[in-house]
Structures are given as structure tokens and as C-alpha cells.
């Protein structure tokens, strides 16, 4: 029984809303606007198909635009696809990027139980772990400042933080490893391969190929939103990397 | 994740998320809560009871002032909750956009925030009227109580309808503060709803779905009256709110994220 699955799915867009052009624009173009509605789609995803079992990890990579973003939104739940299926079990966390859902007010200590209520767990829950999540964080002292003033890698430490004390059968990882500095990144590192023993399934999106082939033993390579390659990561890498290499030649 | 314990969990962090950020970085804090209402009220004293000379009728014995002061406190949290949650979702498009929690929990957190604020106003309100020699009534223990639950019906209703609407019309927002304004002249504040004459006007302001609710708050404060017939209508429109918000939430959040 797949954990993760996508079954031929599809995710059009509609571009450009025409009724954001204002009111004037849209009484004096009426019939334009109304022609343009139904043809401007942006197809991010298009009949992808492909699933995961329990514990398996899987790198998405792709040239920017290729639908890797779009992918995790559907997988977190907050998309839904435009046609097939995606079927996800249990508890889906998407890691945020930068502090995505922290309140730039708020202290980092009264963020952390937000994001971790936000992200699944009762506060009781938050509570208990509390002590953990800043030990893990390394904040110290500033744990009790608002979080405007930490700095880009200071919110990364925060968010994995929280992320890496959830309840969770399903990670979701969007290229938010890079802002730590060295020691923090392999310590990420080191607790998202506990995960996977663990049996969390992971789906991990990244510029960063070492990072991939080192976390992950499948990938995936997405091409304006089709599946242009599926298999061992290190194949898949190296076969990325040198199209990459071509086109830019 | 959709356990009540969870959801009640979330609500209590997002609530207390708005309630700390509100005022976080201003001098007064929760004093603006107050400062608001009664400013607006000394202005309503000053250009329609000074200058104007609006009177109260013969035979009721309370200030104009007073009268204000009773309508605008309940008006302010309505207005504020309605506005703000026209905006609640644009304004957490970060969350939107990332996590998959139950969204008409969102604008329920901003109707909850501004009712605490209200209920932070409820000592202030009880201390003018007994300023102004009124007679606490026993009715206010469980009338008040009533009546806000019948206005947060109506605000919460109202919220989630036009916050979802303003994701997909973003003119919204502006059309809302003005039609609150409109509202706000409609419905029985600064002036009661026996002081409408026009028999025909009489009938047409319970189309307002506010005018019972504040005829209900004036009574209760001003006279200790509890209108129970006000007071059914009041919830019956906060149903009709909440259903047609629940409804038009329902339909389009499975859009949300692609329009924030």
C-alpha cells in the first residue's frame, strides 16, 4: 500500500485574472477578456504519475518552472489537481520556507507553538516538546526576542526546529536546508535520515545535487510539469546535470 | 488533525497570535480598544446632540451620550471583525499557501479576538452607565451574554463569506468598508428605533439583519429590557450569516491557495 501516490495528474492554471485590470478594462474589452479567460491556462503539471512507499525518499529536481512547488502543494493538501488523483496517508508536514507562518512580532518561543499547533500537534503536545525544539534550535537568548530581528539562517534553525519534533508520516521539503550555516546543515541532514528509518516518506525538492544524491535514493526529474526522467537519483542526477550542461552550452 | 481538542488547540493559538500582535508595538495597547469607540461616540455627541440638538424622547430618562456610547461599543467590534476578516485571508496567504488546516478557522480567530476586546469594554460601558445614575439591571447577566452570541453569529457569518469572496474579488474589501459605513447610519446607533416615524421606514429597516440586534442593545443597556422578539430575530439572521458564509466558504476554499 503506496503511502504517496499520484495517478496521471494534472494542474492547470488560470493566468492573469482579467478582472484585475480594472473595472474600465473590463467593460470596454468585454468579449477579449471573455475568450481569454477560457484559453489562458497554464498547465504546471501534467499527467504525472508515480508513488512512494513507506520510508522511501524521493528527490524531486527540475529547471525552475518545471512544477516541482506546484507537486508539494498538492502533496500538502492545500491544491487540489485539476484532473487525476492524489492520494496521501496520514500526516502530511510541509517544512515552511524562511518562516513562512512565523508572526514577525511574536517572540521565537510564541512561534514555535503556533507553527506547531499549525503544523498538527495540540498544544499539550507543544508544550512537552517545548524544550527540545529550542535545544535543538540553538537560539539561546533569542528565543525570547520577536522574530523580525533573527537573520535568514536564524529562521531556517527555527522552522526545522519545530518541523523536526511533529508527528509526521509524510515530510515535505522545499530547498530550505541552504540557509543554515555547515554544522546545522548536517545536523538537518543527519535528522531527516533518522526520519526515514523511522518510516517517514519524504519528498524532497532541491537545487542542491549532493544534498539529493546524498539524501535520497530515488529521484525524480520534472520538465514543464511532465516527468522527463524517473529512477535511481544517481542516474537521474547525472543525467540532469549534463542537460543542464547542454543547454547551456 | 481534525479532533475537536486539535481544532479548539488552534483556534486558542491564533486568537492569542492576534491578540499579541495587535498592540504589540504601541504605547496604549488595549486602551485603543476603548479609545476608538469613545472618541467616535463624543463626536456623534458633539455634532448630532450639541449641534444638532437630537434629544432623547419625553419619557425615556437617559443622556444622549449614553445612548451612543451603548450603540457604538457592540458597532465597533460588528465593524471591526467584518473588516478585518475581508483581509484575513489575503493577509495569511503565507499559511494558505503552505498548510492544509481547517480555513474557516482563520476568520473565526479574528470574530473571537475583537469579541474579547469587547468583552475588555464591558466594565468601561457598565461604569458610564452608572456614571450616569442608570440602575444595573439583573437582566444584563444573561442578556449580554445572549446578545453577543447573536453578534458573533452575524459577524462570523459575514466574515468568512467576505473573506473568501475578497480572495477572488479583491475590490471587495474597499466595497465592504463602504457598505459598512452605509450600514452603520441604517441601523439604530446614534438615534433609536422609536425615533423613526415614517410608518413604511419603520418596516423597512428589520431589512437591515444589524437593526434588531442593536434595537436588542439598546433596550437591554439603556432600559433593561431584554426584547425577546428582537432578540429571535437577531439569531435567526446570525443563522442565515453563518449558513450563507459556511456555504460560499465551503465552495470556493478549495481554491484558496492558487488566488492568494
Same mark, same amino acid.
Not at chain 1, 117 to 127: E, N, S, W
Not at chain 2, 82 to 101: C, D, E, M, T, W
Not at chain 2, 109 to 118: E, I, R, S
Given at each position: 500500500?503506496?503511502?504517496?501516490? %499520484?495517478?496521471?495528474?494534472?494542474?492547470?492554471?488560470?493566468?492573469?485574472?482579467?478582472?484585475?485590470?480594472?473595472?474600465?478594462?473590463?467593460? %470596454?474589452? %468585454?468579449?477579449?477578456?471573455?475568450?481569454?479567460?477560457?484559453?489562458?491556462?497554464?498547465?504546471?503539471?501534467?499527467?504525472?504519475?508515480?508513488?512512494?512507499?513507506?520510508?522511501?525518499?524521493?528527490?524531486?529536481?527540475?529547471?525552475?518552472?518545471?512544477?516541482?512547488?506546484?507537486?508539494?502543494?498538492?502533496?500538502?493538501?492545500?491544491?487540489?489537481?485539476?484532473?487525476?488523483?492524489?492520494?496521501?496517508?496520514?500526516?502530511?508536514?510541509?517544512?515552511?520556507?524562511?518562516?513562512?507562518?512565523?508572526?514577525?512580532?511574536?517572540?521565537?518561543?510564541?512561534?514555535?507553538?503556533?507553527?506547531?499547533?499549525?503544523?498538527?500537534?495540540?498544544?499539550?503536545?507543544?508544550?512537552?516538546?517545548?524544550?527540545?525544539?529550542?535545544? %535543538?534550535?540553538?537560539?539561546?537568548?533569542?528565543?525570547?526576542?520577536?522574530?523580525?530581528?533573527?537573520?535568514?539562517?536564524?529562521?531556517?534553525?527555527?522552522?526545522?526546529?519545530?518541523?523536526?519534533?511533529?508527528?509526521?508520516?509524510?515530510?515535505?521539503?522545499?530547498?530550505?536546508?541552504?540557509?543554515?550555516?555547515?554544522?546545522?546543515?548536517?545536523?538537518?541532514?543527519?535528522?531527516?535520515?533518522?526520519?526515514?528509518?523511522?518510516?517517514?516518506?519524504?519528498?524532497?525538492?532541491?537545487?542542491?545535487?549532493?544534498?539529493?544524491?546524498?539524501?535520497?535514493?530515488?529521484?525524480?526529474?520534472?520538465?514543464?510539469?511532465?516527468?522527463?526522467?524517473?529512477?535511481?537519483?544517481?542516474?537521474?542526477?547525472?543525467?540532469?546535470?549534463?542537460?543542464?550542461?547542454?543547454?547551456?552550452? | 488533525?481534525?479532533?475537536?481538542?486539535?481544532?479548539?488547540?488552534?483556534?486558542?493559538?491564533?486568537?492569542?497570535?492576534?491578540?499579541?500582535?495587535?498592540?504589540?508595538?504601541?504605547?496604549?495597547?488595549?486602551?485603543?480598544?476603548?479609545?476608538?469607540?469613545?472618541?467616535?461616540?463624543?463626536?456623534?455627541?458633539?455634532?448630532?446632540?450639541?449641534?444638532?440638538?437630537?434629544?432623547?424622547?419625553?419619557?425615556?430618562?437617559?443622556?444622549?451620550?449614553?445612548?451612543?456610547?451603548?450603540?457604538?461599543?457592540?458597532?465597533?467590534?460588528?465593524?471591526?471583525?467584518?473588516?478585518?476578516?475581508?483581509?484575513?485571508?489575503?493577509?495569511?496567504?503565507?499559511?494558505?499557501?503552505?498548510?492544509?488546516?481547517?480555513?474557516?478557522?482563520?476568520?473565526?480567530?479574528?470574530?473571537?479576538?475583537?469579541?474579547?476586546?469587547f468583552v475588555a469594554c464591558l466594565p468601561v460601558i457598565v461604569l458610564f452607565l452608572l456614571l450616569a445614575g442608570m440602575r444595573p439591571s439583573v437582566q444584563w447577566i444573561w442578556g449580554v451574554p445572549a446578545l453577543m452570541a447573536a453578534?458573533?453569529?452575524?459577524?462570523?457569518?459575514?466574515?468568512?463569506?467576505?473573506?473568501?469572496?475578497?480572495?477572488?474579488?479583491?475590490?471587495?474589501?474597499?466595497?465592504?468598508?463602504?457598505?459598512?459605513?452605509?450600514?452603520?447610519?441604517?441601523?439604530?446607533?446614534?438615534y433609536a428605533l422609536d425615533w423613526i416615524k415614517q410608518p413604511l421606514l419603520r418596516k423597512l429597516i428589520f431589512i437591515n439583519p444589524v437593526t434588531?440586534?442593536?434595537?436588542?442593545?439598546?433596550?437591554?443597556?439603556?432600559?433593561?429590557?431584554?426584547?425577546?422578539?428582537?432578540?429571535?430575530?437577531?439569531?435567526?439572521?446570525?443563522?442565515?450569516?453563518?449558513?450563507?458564509?459556511?456555504?460560499?466558504?465551503?465552495?470556493?476554499?478549495?481554491?484558496?491557495?492558487?488566488?492568494?
Amino acid at each position: 500500500m503506496a503511502v504517496v501516490e %499520484f495517478q496521471q495528474v494534472t494542474k492547470r492554471y488560470t493566468l492573469c485574472d482579467p478582472l484585475r485590470g480594472g473595472i474600465k478594462n473590463f467593460l %470596454f474589452r %468585454f468579449p477579449q477578456i471573455i475568450r481569454k479567460l477560457r484559453q489562458n491556462k497554464f498547465t504546471a503539471l501534467d499527467g504525472v504519475s508515480f508513488s512512494l512507499e513507506r520510508g522511501q525518499a524521493l528527490a524531486v529536481i527540475g529547471p525552475n518552472g518545471a512544477g516541482k512547488s506546484t507537486m508539494l502543494c498538492l502533496l500538502a493538501g492545500v491544491l487540489l489537481p485539476t484532473e487525476g488523483k492524489v492520494h496521501v496517508g496520514g500526516n502530511v508536514c510541509p517544512l515552511l520556507e524562511l518562516g513562512a507562518g512565523f508572526h514577525p512580532d511574536l517572540t521565537g518561543r510564541e512561534n514555535i507553538s503556533l507553527n506547531g499547533v499549525l503544523l498538527g500537534l495540540t498544544r499539550k503536545q507543544v508544550r512537552q516538546r517545548l524544550g527540545d525544539i529550542i535545544e %535543538f534550535s540553538e537560539l539561546g537568548d533569542f528565543i525570547d526576542q520577536p522574530v523580525r530581528t533573527y537573520s535568514a539562517g536564524m529562521l531556517g534553525r527555527l522552522g526545522f526546529s519545530v518541523a523536526a519534533h511533529l508527528d509526521m508520516d509524510v515530510l515535505l521539503v522545499d530547498e530550505v536546508l541552504s540557509v543554515g550555516d555547515a554544522s546545522f546543515q548536517a545536523k538537518c541532514m543527519d535528522r531527516m535520515h533518522k526520519f526515514m528509518h523511522g518510516g517517514v516518506t519524504t519528498v524532497f525538492v532541491s537545487h542542491d545535487m549532493p544534498a539529493v544524491r546524498a539524501l535520497c535514493p530515488d529521484a525524480l526529474w520534472l520538465e514543464k510539469g511532465r516527468v522527463r526522467m524517473l529512477g535511481p537519483s544517481g542516474q537521474v542526477v547525472s543525467a540532469y546535470l549534463q542537460s543542464q550542461a547542454e543547454s547551456h552550452a | 488533525m481534525s479532533s475537536l481538542e486539535y481544532k479548539v488547540d488552534l483556534v486558542y493559538e491564533l486568537t492569542s497570535k492576534e491578540l499579541k500582535a495587535r498592540y504589540k508595538n504601541s504605547l496604549l495597547g488595549y486602551l485603543w480598544s476603548l479609545l476608538n469607540p469613545l472618541a467616535l461616540s463624543l463626536v456623534f455627541y458633539v455634532g448630532l446632540g450639541v449641534i444638532l440638538q437630537a434629544k432623547v424622547p419625553p419619557g425615556e430618562n437617559y443622556p444622549y451620550f449614553l445612548m451612543l456610547i451603548c450603540g457604538l461599543f457592540p458597532w465597533q467590534w460588528l465593524a471591526n471583525s467584518v473588516n478585518a476578516g475581508a483581509n484575513v485571508y489575503i493577509g495569511n496567504a503565507n499559511l494558505i499557501r503552505k498548510v492544509a488546516f481547517p480555513r474557516e478557522l482563520l476568520p473565526l480567530a479574528t470574530v473571537l479576538n475583537d469579541l474579547l476586546h469587547f468583552v475588555a469594554c464591558l466594565p468601561v460601558i457598565v461604569l458610564f452607565l452608572l456614571l450616569a445614575g442608570m440602575r444595573p439591571s439583573v437582566q444584563w447577566i444573561w442578556g449580554v451574554p445572549a446578545l453577543m452570541a447573536a453578534e458573533f453569529l452575524i459577524a462570523y457569518g459575514l466574515a468568512l463569506a467576505v473573506g473568501s469572496l475578497n480572495l477572488f474579488f479583491r475590490d471587495l474589501a474597499n466595497l465592504v468598508s463602504l457598505l459598512l459605513q452605509m450600514l452603520f447610519y441604517l441601523t439604530p446607533i446614534v438615534y433609536a428605533l422609536d425615533w423613526i416615524k415614517q410608518p413604511l421606514l419603520r418596516k423597512l429597516i428589520f431589512i437591515n439583519p444589524v437593526t434588531p440586534l442593536f434595537a436588542c442593545w439598546h433596550d437591554l443597556l439603556l432600559k433593561g429590557r431584554f426584547d425577546g422578539g428582537y432578540f429571535g430575530l437577531s439569531i435567526l439572521y446570525g443563522l442565515i450569516a453563518l449558513v450563507l458564509g459556511l456555504a460560499v466558504h465551503h465552495r470556493l476554499k478549495g481554491k484558496f491557495a492558487e488566488m492568494t
